[in-house]
């Protein structure tokens, strides 16, 4: 199937709050053309093939493959749109909220990754609104050039949900803090240069304060990775210790014990979550092309069951109310409003969205989803030869076992309703 990239243009009149109108207006339309121009003739064709994380790609030990991400790089960097939503002065294209929302569609369209990693989304803002001029002249370019990689160190082993009950302490000596404690769930840190981590510098402070944020080197003494292999087999995620870390004063952003507030301005940076309700639909196109392709057509259950019909068209229908929800949040910011509860109706919605397309894809796909199929990863425990009987490569079987935590990272949907409850419908607390 014919993936319809004109469903998603936009006009928004910005007169009387927020209006959505679904139709680009010419300057948007002549944006758009750019990005998709820059995107064909730039982008390496192994990414055009296959997609990829360019993360992972500038560690990778094959210089083929790091070279293509320097490549890549370097084609957004020329537009500043390594980061689009950076201002001008800091080296980003200081593009509008509509134009970096089309700028993700057509990148998330075109399997294209994006580049600088949680650097260019949540730290280099961040450090933008609290750093000091010294500490954006050592890390703002060095972001943007693809230098180093930035991950995040928040959650422990006691505190995911309730971030403010972390307990790695920072104490001051001299000029320097030491570190010790424990993270867990530290996403991608075998591919960090830098972490950015909330420590807790005032114990006896109520605890959202208390906290501060803290830039640390990888590789300083005392801090380590332990590899956390997933259910799927793959290593994404790590604990991460401190044992007397030693961290200069000066790598703290913001004030201390005023940590708290500088994590949270990071987490309001990204949260239309458009990339997410494309995948999601690209994904459920992605099924119904396969069961009406030779290979796949002796290879599905539609056939048996009206209600599994039902359940692949409310998939399909579910991904344009989730289009909907990030529209939604990119027309208030459009408009100088600052989304609340409607991010966390996105996040939830999009979250159980993409546990039911994997869940409904197996279920479509019937006897056939018990075959795993090849995956890139050598880190994959299941990293088996290429198997001819499963459907798309096993893709639906692979996001079946991996979307188990979409509903547990970046906040629980427990915690995304309370939000909706309380600020969204004005219901009282416990």
């Known amino acids: 199937m014919q993936y319809v990239v004109d469903y998603y243009q936009l006009n928004i009149d910005l007169s009387e709050g927020y209006d959505m109108d679904w139709q680009d207006n010419p300057e948007q339309a002549a944006f758009r053309s750019q990005v998709k121009d820059v995107i064909e003739k730039g982008l390496p064709e192994a990414y055009k093939e296959k997609g990829g994380d360019w993360v992972q790609d500038r560690k990778s030990d094959d210089p083929v493959i790091r070279q293509r991400a320097v490549d890549w790089q370097g084609v957004l960097a020329d537009r500043g749109w390594v980061a689009p939503h950076w201002p001008s002065e800091y080296g980003g294209a200081g593009l509008s909220p509509v134009e970096q929302f089309i700028f993700k569609q057509e990148m998330t369209l075109a399997d294209a990754p994006s580049v600088g990693g949680q650097g260019v989304s949540q730290l280099g803002p961040t450090l933008i609104v609290h750093g000091t001029d010294e500490q954006k002249a050592e890390h703002l370019p060095k972001i943007l050039s693809g230098e180093v990689n930035w991950q995040q160190g928040y959650s422990e082993p006691g505190s995911g949900s309730d971030l403010a009950s972390l307990q790695t302490r920072a104490v001051r000596d001299g000029d320097d803090y030491v570190v010790n404690g424990q993270k867990i769930w530290t996403s991608g840190a075998q591919y960090a240069d830098w972490l950015y981590v909330l420590t807790r510098t005032d114990p006896e402070a109520p605890k959202h304060r208390g906290i501060s944020f803290l830039l640390m080197q990888m590789g300083i003494p005392g801090l380590s990775i332990r590899p956390l292999i997933d259910m799927s087999g793959h290593h994404h995620f790590n604990e991460t210790f401190f044992e007397d870390v030693r961290v200069p004063a000066s790598n703290v952003v913001g004030e201390v014990d005023r940590g708290w507030y500088v994590g949270a301005t990071l987490l309001d940076f990204e949260r239309s979550n458009i990339t997410g309700a494309i995948s999601c639909r690209k994904s459920i196109e992605k099924l119904i092309s396969y069961v009406h392709s030779d ?98 490569d096993g893709v639906f079987t692979q996001n079946y076992v991996r979307s188990v935590p979409s509903t547990i990272a970046a906040g629980t949907s427990e915690i995304q309703r309370n939000i909706i409850a309380t600020r969204g419908l004005g219901l009282p607390r416990g």
């Not at 579910?318 to 509860?341: K, L």
């Not at 894809?361 to 018990?370: C, R, S």
């Open 295 to 392: 290979e796949g057509s002796d290879r599905h259950r539609l056939g048996e069951s009206a209600g599994l019909r039902h359940q692949v068209a409310d998939c399909y229908i579910r991904t344009e109310v989730q289009f909907n929800f990030s529209f939604r949040i990119i027309s208030m910011q459009s408009a100088g409003q600052i989304p609340n509860y409607e991010a966390s109706t996105s996040k939830l919605f999009n979250s159980e969205l993409n546990q039911n397309i994997a869940r409904t894809g197996t279920q479509v796909l019937g006897m056939y989803a018990q075959f795993w199929g090849h995956d890139d990863d050598d880190r994959n425990t299941y990293n088996d030869p290429p198997n001819d009987y499963a459907p798309l």
